[in-house]
């Protein structure tokens, strides 16, 4: 079975860290964020991948190159206008063949495709789609299935009186060579919004698998964040970059650091704390479930609480950075400040 990552996408809502670096490459404890998704594939015997390019799509390249490093085999569809996720696999069709698992490239899934390909073989579906379920659906497109599993309705985004399941489009997919006829070329189209439910509305048979594991979907500065803190405290089953370091005597605090990075005495951490390579940590500094990029440097007596620091940027001298910052790489906030 093939792959089809899509990994064209802008990543708006994460900004600024992706203004500078795609979403799927933005680093997570030392490993281009798509690396975990590869782990996956990998365990389960998947080698052959597509990768759907636009948004930075020479990045990927010069990163993954032809997966040979990563014991894959990597190909590209590159789209000159982003065409959405229908329109981004149709580009790609030439390099598929019989029945293709598709993936969201900000999406991280502990699941078995084998299960999963079994799953959709049995119910004869054209379509299936991986489900989880959430305590908030409300941000979600919401799947209704039948207790057969097959798909009886979609709901994009609901409010809380419209919400009648929990289980969410978990963002991978099982498609029939059958389906591509259904997607018009070249123009931008969406599976979410324009495929599944006009197949479901011609009577096709699309089926909703609810996979069992870690799922999350990085597409915000707190998910991104959450995916450190779930890995850091083995939440999650992936094993984090070779150059990422349990730091001892880190009190009870679980934390990584990158090659190169400095801690000055008396800096103190609590939680779960990623540190990039090359990182400075201040005297007495004070650090709390966050994330400090590449480079970055951290003041004298600065206090950090559950937030991102891009790479390279400074944060001054007992500066305050609270809850939900989300520090710009290459960017200074003097001292004394508080955000
Ligand atoms: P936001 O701008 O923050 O909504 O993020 P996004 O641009 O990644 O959009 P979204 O989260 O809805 O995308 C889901 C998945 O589809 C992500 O893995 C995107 O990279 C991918 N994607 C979205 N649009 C396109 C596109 O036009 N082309 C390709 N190849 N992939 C896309």
Same mark, same amino acid.
């Not at 509305?201 to 870690?214: S, T």
């Given at each position: 079975m093939r792959a089809v990552i899509l990994i064209?996408?802008?990543?708006t809502r994460l900004r600024p860290f992706t203004l500078a670096t795609p979403k799927p490459l933005l680093p997570v404890l030392n490993r281009p964020f798509l690396e975990y998704q590869f782990q996956v594939l990998s365990r389960h015997g998947v080698r052959e991948v597509v990768l759907c390019t636009s948004? +930075?799509?020479?990045t990927f390249r010069r990163v993954f190159g032809n997966g040979r490093r990563l014991g894959l085999r990597i190909s590209y569809a590159r789209e000159?206008?982003?065409?959405g996720t229908g329109g981004a696999i149709k580009n790609a069709e030439s390099l598929l063949r019989g029945t293709t698992l598709v993936l969201n490239g900000d999406v991280l899934n502990a699941f078995d495709p084998g299960a999963f390909l079994k799953f959709h073989r049995a119910r004869r579906a054209e379509i299936s789609i991986a489900l989880t379920r959430v305590k908030?659906?409300?941000?979600y497109g919401l799947v209704l299935t039948d207790e057969k599993g097959m798909v009886r309705r979609f709901l994009e985004k609901p409010s809380w009186d419209e919400?009648?399941?929990?289980?969410?489009?978990?963002g991978a997919y099982l498609f029939e060579?059958?389906?591509?006829?259904?997607i018009p070329p070249g123009k931008p189209y969406s599976?979410? +919004?324009?495929l599944f439910p006009e197949r479901l509305a011609a009577g096709a048979r699309i089926a909703g698998y609810v996979a069992p594991g870690y799922w999350i979907d990085i597409g915000s500065v707190e998910a991104y964040l959450q995916v450190h803190l779930d890995l850091l405290q083995g939440r999650a089953p992936f094993k984090p970059g070779p150059r990422a370091r349990a730091l001892k005597n880190a009190d009870d605090a679980r934390v990584t650091t990158g090659a190169g990075t400095k801690i000055a005495p008396f800096a103190r951490f609590s939680g779960s704390v990623s540190l990039g390579a090359s990182v400075r940590i201040g005297r007495g500094a004070q650090l709390s479930d966050c994330v400090v990029l590449d480079g970055a440097f951290i003041g004298d007596g600065a206090r950090l609480e559950r937030c991102v620091v891009g790479p390279g940027a400074r944060v001054g001298t007992h500066t305050v950075l609270g809850p939900g910052t989300a520090l710009a790489g290459g960017s200074s906030v003097g001292d004394y400040s508080q955000l």
């Amino acid at each position: 079975m093939r792959a089809v990552i899509l990994i064209g996408g802008m990543g708006t809502r994460l900004r600024p860290f992706t203004l500078a670096t795609p979403k799927p490459l933005l680093p997570v404890l030392n490993r281009p964020f798509l690396e975990y998704q590869f782990q996956v594939l990998s365990r389960h015997g998947v080698r052959e991948v597509v990768l759907c390019t636009s948004y +930075r799509a020479e990045t990927f390249r010069r990163v993954f190159g032809n997966g040979r490093r990563l014991g894959l085999r990597i190909s590209y569809a590159r789209e000159r206008i982003p065409l959405g996720t229908g329109g981004a696999i149709k580009n790609a069709e030439s390099l598929l063949r019989g029945t293709t698992l598709v993936l969201n490239g900000d999406v991280l899934n502990a699941f078995d495709p084998g299960a999963f390909l079994k799953f959709h073989r049995a119910r004869r579906a054209e379509i299936s789609i991986a489900l989880t379920r959430v305590k908030d659906p409300t941000q979600y497109g919401l799947v209704l299935t039948d207790e057969k599993g097959m798909v009886r309705r979609f709901l994009e985004k609901p409010s809380w009186d419209e919400v009648v399941t929990n289980a969410i489009n978990a963002g991978a997919y099982l498609f029939e060579p059958s389906v591509f006829a259904h997607i018009p070329p070249g123009k931008p189209y969406s599976v979410e +919004r324009g495929l599944f439910p006009e197949r479901l509305a011609a009577g096709a048979r699309i089926a909703g698998y609810v996979a069992p594991g870690y799922w999350i979907d990085i597409g915000s500065v707190e998910a991104y964040l959450q995916v450190h803190l779930d890995l850091l405290q083995g939440r999650a089953p992936f094993k984090p970059g070779p150059r990422a370091r349990a730091l001892k005597n880190a009190d009870d605090a679980r934390v990584t650091t990158g090659a190169g990075t400095k801690i000055a005495p008396f800096a103190r951490f609590s939680g779960s704390v990623s540190l990039g390579a090359s990182v400075r940590i201040g005297r007495g500094a004070q650090l709390s479930d966050c994330v400090v990029l590449d480079g970055a440097f951290i003041g004298d007596g600065a206090r950090l609480e559950r937030c991102v620091v891009g790479p390279g940027a400074r944060v001054g001298t007992h500066t305050v950075l609270g809850p939900g910052t989300a520090l710009a790489g290459g960017s200074s906030v003097g001292d004394y400040s508080q955000l």
